[in-house]
């Protein structure tokens, strides 16, 4: 399938996508209330994008951007979905019930990003202590991946 | 993550059916790594298995955000430190990637003998856990014998024995050894010779076969919805080897099979890791004879600065898909870096293969989906 055909197709089910084709894969970045009829339509015919293997958060400071990679096992025609997430409240809807592998990776991304994934079946820290560590100060938010976050206990800038 | 008291608490607490909550790990021996897994049991049958993780979480992706791209590949190789050599080539790879270097011809090849040496000795030393888990101890000396002269070509080559550290961008740090295709060839010698050994020793074994076949069943729509790769999805017939999909290195120049095994149970996927073993041995058979003359590096400048943009580099690792996500501002660090690492996925699939089960058929269903904790923690 040609970048084309995959544009036509995302477009007639979310017609305010906006494309980027500078990178190695199509990107694509739509609005966080499209994502998941967008999705449903993506994992069924024709463009069969079964198999979710990268999803993760970027910090741009004044927003933050959800990267999802998605290929398909029988058409290996990679592609990148992008949601921009407003920083203070950022809330999008879980995709842990059309591909399984997204309710350990939303997990991750709630707690270094503190990202909402509405109705997650699970959203709990899996990787952090649950209770914040001494010494910080955790009423503005602790975020460990996003780009204001200073730890003074543990340096790790260098 | 539980406190002591807690802990105590949970594992005497029944549930309202009868259920018990079993604390495995996080130091149990069949993990091989701090591995924390709240069971909760009827029985003998396992009802749920939750994963506690972060127990060596070292924050490898914060602290690569303020690693140049020289410094961040000496990271990933504490990450899957089984196959330290694979993900220094992944960031090779995508630093290459980004700056658009030209890799030497004799770079690739080395790169490429080295990479399928290591992820032989990751499935010998995976054979050998996996055996003493399951109750047999000689596979464990049988396949640590010929993993140590991997380790020992590794220590002649590299000067280390884990953590080789001997991809740079553009090449290798320095040349091979001069006894290095002499030392790979002994040892090609030697693995077909013995590689019988194992398969008298295990693979016929008929309490291995009771203890595996059958257990911890997964399907390909599952392997693939859970994001599962390397061994474990193509023990249940997905095919998803980036050496074929997207080749890298020298491996659109040699000849091998992708293993595939339909059953996806724990024996299919002992059974992909040993032929998988015995196609790395070809990849090697061809490419040492004919590794090119000529440089070992490439030139480069002594800061590397990737273009403004974003770069995906997917390599296949002993373990499945290792992926490295880097945005770039253009500066001399990342700004943003996400390893996607195999042993999360395969991990996240453990619940849903192991429910129903006995607890006793958790360690081969664990075993063969070949966890390495500090990979899942990064």
Redesign the interface.
Known sequence: MTNEEIKAYISSHAPEATFDETGEWLNITVDANSLKSLTTALLGQPMEMNYLFNLTCVDWKNHLTMVYHLSSTIHRHPIVLKVNLDRNTPSIETLCFTWRTAEMLEREVFEMFGVQFLNHPDLRNLILEEETPKGIDASKGYWPLRKDFEDPINMIKL | ?YNQTEIIKDTTELGPEGELVVNMGPQHPATHGVLHLVVTLNGETIKKIEPH??YI?R?I???CE??TYRQFIYVTSRMDYLSSHINNTACALLVE?GMQIEVPERAKVVRTILNELTRIASHELWIGAMAMDLGAFTPFFYAFREREMITEIMEDTCGARLTMNYIVPSGLMYDIHPEFQTKVKAFIKQFKEKVTEYEDLVTGNIIFQSRTKGVGVLTPE?A????C?GPVARASG???DMRK?APYDAYDKVEFDEIIETAGDSFARYMVRVKEMNQSIRIIEQLIDNIPEGDFVGKTKNVLKLNK????Q?VETARG?L?V?V?SEGGTTP??I?F?SPG??N??VLD?IANGSKIGDLMATMGTLDLVIPDI?R
């Open positions: 993550m993780l972060g979480h924050s992706e914060k602290m303020s690693l990637k599952d693939i919805s859970y994001g790769s997905v095919s998803c999909i943009g974003e770069f995906y997917r898909e992926g996500y945005v700004y943003r996400k996607r999360f996925s991990l996240s849903h923690d």
